[in-house]
């Protein structure tokens, strides 16, 4: 049987029903080729399966067994369907399992007594009984078919829009016979992916078999990525871009003001990005730090040597709050020195100081002449207005995570090719910044300041209330400050979670008399403004507040912080709210309050009490979410992660980096002979290339 090129399209295929066609092009679905490329989001080992459970887990179960009763119940509006799965192996012995499912009355049309049935979920234990709630199912039939979805390791392949996973698998295994391999296009050099590959990671005889068969396409799928990605970076450098030498003269003032030492890891990064800076070519850096490690005195070097260059210096901050706390304290530091800063956002605009002065190091005085601010401090309003950014040399990105990749690069086309900064202080595994930031250059502060006050951390039950509550008010007659953090803005039907705005008028009483305010998202700015400018000065002393505070708030005397259901926040954000304490030389104090909580929240809680290591939770937290799809659709046009693992799969990730930079550096243009396909796929992810100076 002569074979089928892999660019074949389904609507060509006798064999492919023509009522599924449209719904399998929604599934991205078109041809030959993207079937074999469509892998299974999991393995169900349908030889030996799991043991029916006789308790709750949270590690999903695969069960075989057959239907022995099936009810239908209604209460109210609440359609209930309900299966009683038998273990036939285990007999008399076997413990039976409910599966149960809510709305789902299609689901009675398709299970029925006496059917064999494999069902995939979480056990639960309600009113004694083991309960699966809306488990995976699939009936598994007496016929020809049979042997493609049991007595085998099955692929579980991601579905939807009225095609199912058993459907998939049946037109997957017809096209491993129909396909040439030899016509599936693939990018690694020399890499060419045999038959017997493909098979074995669709249908394979044992696990490792399959575990090889996925490397060898795991590889070739980070290499797309990592050509895309080192691609970005060449063209990024290779953009234009002015030098910027550094005079020192503003510098050498800010620093004799410091009321402190700044750390080694600090004077390492500052000489890289000054480096960047004062190089022909564009600079475009990561900057990661953990919470409280000296970012911003880090950023604020770089941009008075822009500055002192003649050019002008933006920092963009994520919100209002964050802008105006970066601008005051600009001003502190600027102000007696005479380096005018002005604030750019959609509620306010403000300028310290009249006319600036001429730039130090410039010969023609550029900011004097034209009247343009040196430092500008903004939110995302300088996206949008020409008038806050005249003269851009560089670009500071603070918390790039709170910006979508369009924004940033919004921002970063403004101007002559400016430098562009980008900091975080969530910080990034290995593999996600080789992935995610890959068209960057990183420099990383790994220490923290001298004289910063020891931070202690405790997950606690609500019923230890009171006792916090008295602490809390010693604390604050000592003279001390609290942060009080909820979930949400206002109480919700659908969750049974506390609210900021409703816990307010408790907390106004408990505390009583010291003065309470409040801060969320939803406050007209001049209040949010208002409520953080009386915290900071000490006359408020405790904030109830949302995640609003999560970064770049820095209030010294603040020492303790109290977390209402604290599992319901994710990992690196209850690290973010924590570093908003212990910026002073006192001991400080996290309280993450949480009743019962479920496996997941934790394991969570415990690594926050173990470890104040931002790196070490960074991984921690993807252990615990799992990959997922992190470099996600707004990552603006990255090839779509299908089949690696940036959790296991660094090295592939690591090696395939290295395979892709080195056919860039040896020919930039990929414009050599047997290098189209690597050009085509580069410019069909929207990157440019770099043009070769040969």
């Not at 929604?26 to 308790?55: I, S």
């Not at 992916?193 to 070739?220: D, G, I, K, T, Y």
């Not at 562009?420 to 790994?446: E, F, H, K, N, W």
């Not at 004289?451 to 230890?464: D, H, L, M, N, Q």
């Amino acid at each position: 049987m002569s074979r089928l090129p892999a660019a074949t399209r389904i609507e060509e295929l006798d064999w492919v029903p023509r009522l599924r066609t449209a719904a399998l092009r929604r599934l991205g679905l078109q041809t030959l080729g993207d079937l074999l490329k469509h892998f299974p989001r999991r393995y169900e080992n349908r030889v030996k399966f799991d043991r029916f459970p006789d308790e709750a887990s949270e590690t999903p179960v695969c069960l075989f067994g057959i239907v022995r009763k099936t009810v239908y119940r209604r209460f109210g509006p609440r359609r209930i369907f309900e299966a009683r799965i038998e273990d036939e192996s285990a007999g008399v012995l076997g413990s039976p399992l409910i599966c149960r499912w809510f709305n789902m009355p299609w689901v009675q049309k398709m299970v029925a007594g006496d059917q064999q049935i494999v069902v995939f979920g979480k056990p639960r234990v309600r009113n004694k009984q083991v309960v699966m709630e809306h488990p995976e199912f699939e009936i598994i039939e007496e016929d020809a078919e049979r042997s493609i979805h049991f007595d085998r390791i099955t692929p579980v392949y991601p579905a939807g829009d009225g095609v199912t996973p058993r459907a998939l698998r049946v037109l997957v295994h017809r096209a491993l016979e129909e396909t040439d391999p030899a016509t599936v296009p693939l990018l690694w050099p020399g890499n060419a992916v045999s038959e017997r590959v493909w098979r074995e990671v669709h249908f394979p005889e044992s696990f490792e078999e399959l575990e090889n068969a996925r490397q060898q396409l795991v590889r070739e799928e980070f290499f797309g990525i990592q050509l895309v990605v080192c691609a970005r970076h060449a063209a990024m450098r290779n953009a234009g871009g002015s030098p910027k030498p550094e005079s020192g003269t503003w510098w050498r003032k800010v620093e004799e003001s410091l009321p402190f030492e700044m750390t080694a890891s600090q004077r390492k990064v500052m000489a890289e990005i000054s480096a960047d800076q004062a190089s022909p070519h564009r600079m475009n850096r990561l900057l990661q730090g953990d919470v409280g490690s000296g970012k911003t005195l880090v950023a604020l070097h770089a941009m008075l040597q822009a500055a002192e260059a003649g050019w002008q210096a933006a920092l963009m901050a994520p919100t209002q709050i964050l802008a105006e706390q970066h601008y005051l304290n600009f001003r502190r530091m600027l102000d007696p020195l005479g380096i005018p800063v002005v604030l750019r956002t959609a509620a306010r605009k403000e300028s310290s100081g009249g006319t600036p002065a001429a730039t130090p190091g410039t010969q023609d005085g550029a900011h004097a002449s034209r009247r343009i601010p040196p430092l500008v401090i903004g939110t995302h309003a300088l996206l949008f207005e020409k008038a806050g950014l005249e003269r851009p040399g560089l670009i500071v990105i603070d918390e790039q995570h709170k910006f979508g990749v369009l924004q940033r690069s919004r921002l970063i086309a403004q101007g002559d090719a400016p430098d562009v900064l980008v900091m975080t202080a969530t910080p990034i595994p290995r593999t996600i910044t080789q992935t995610l930031y890959g068209d960057l250059d990183v420099s990383i502060i790994r220490e923290k300041p001298a004289g910063r006050g020891r931070v202690i951390t405790a997950v606690r039950e609500p019923s230890k209330l009171p006792e916090i509550i008295k602490f809390l008010r010693d604390k604050i007659s000592e003279g001390r400050q609290a942060y009080i953090v909820y979930p949400l803005v206002e109480e919700s039907e659908k969750l049974d979670v506390k609210a900021a705005r409703a816990e307010f008028e408790k907390w106004t009483d408990l505390l009583a008399p010291a003065k309470v305010g409040l801060v969320h998202g939803r406050l007209d700015p001049g209040e949010k403004e208002l409520v953080m400018r009386q915290f900071r000065d000490g006359t408020i002393s405790a904030l109830v507040a949302t995640t609003v505070i999560e970064v770049g708030v820095d209030v010294p005397n603040a020492c303790i912080m109290l977390v209402e259901e604290a599992g319901r926040f994710g990992l690196s954000q209850l690290h973010q709210l924590r570093g908003r304490i212990g910026r002073g030389a006192e001991k400080s104090y996290c309280i993450l309050l949480q009743e019962d909580p479920g496996e997941l929240a934790k394991a969570k809680l415990s690594v926050l009490e173990r470890t104040s290591d931002g790196f070490e939770i960074a991984e921690a937290d993807l252990n615990l979410r799992g990959p997922g799809d992190i470099l996600g659709t707004a990552q603006a046009g990255l090839p779509p992660l299908r089949l690696g693992n940036l959790l296991r799969d660094g090295e592939l990730m690591s090696e395939a980096r290295k395979v892709a930079r080195a056919l860039l550096e040896s020919d930039p243009d990929l414009s050599l002979p047997g290098h189209g396909h690597f050009r085509e796929f580069v410019e069909s992810a929207g990157a440019r290339l770099a043009v070769s100076e040969s």
